[in-house]
């Protein structure tokens, strides 16, 4: 079976070993069946795979070596330990994620909204008047400007000399 296994790309193989013990996806599923229904070393390998995982499934535990069960036993308490230690870091980032919220949120709440007398009021009150009454005053200015000066001067005598022009050609010139 040997020869027959080198022919077979690596991934493809692990893959194959994935489906047989059911440790892989439904894609990974998918695909290792399609390709045993076009390749029979694939589907050979796969079978050989599904019986061995079937064997190892049904080894009672009495037949199970003693060192293999203590190590199982020691791999757990391991597990278990570091089990122990992921609350405490879970509860340490919320304390310091709940801690960073709240101090946030109370320095937005200290800064002062500025207060203003009544005199400072008055005086913006008046300064806006003022300011107002500049402008509206240059607009009075810019208007008679406009009226007066740019549009006889600069707009209405070339009009005019266009059509004293057009005139003269049109009656008599």
């Known amino acids: 079976m040997q020869h027959k ?64 069960i203590e190590s199982l036993r020691i791999q757990t308490r391991n597990e278990n330990k570091s089990l122990f230690l992921k609350p405490a870091y879970i509860f340490a980032i919320i304390t310091f994620i709940i801690s960073t919220i709240i101090v946030v949120t109370l320095n937005q709440n200290n800064e002062e909204k500025p207060h203003y007398t009544k005199a400072e009021i008055e005086l913006a009150e008046k300064q806006v008047k003022e300011s107002l009454a ?8 810019t208007e008679t400007l406009i009226q007066e000066e740019i549009f006889p001067k600069r707009i209405g005598k070339p009009i005019h000399k266009s059509l004293s022009i057009i005139n003269e050609v049109l009656i008599g010139g």
Do not use: M, Q, W
Request: proline share 4%; with cysteine.
């Open 5 to 68: 296994r080198e022919n077979i790309d690596e991934r493809i193989l692990e893959k194959i070993i994935s489906v047989a013990y059911n440790d892989a996806g439904l894609l990974d599923k998918i695909k290792i069946h399609l390709l045993a229904r076009k390749n029979p070393d694939v589907k050979k390998i796969l079978e050989e795979y599904k019986r061995t995982a079937i064997k190892i499934k049904n080894i009672p535990l009495d037949e199970c070596p003693d060192s293999v």
């Open 134 to 141: 500049i402008v509206n005053n240059v607009f009075k200015r």
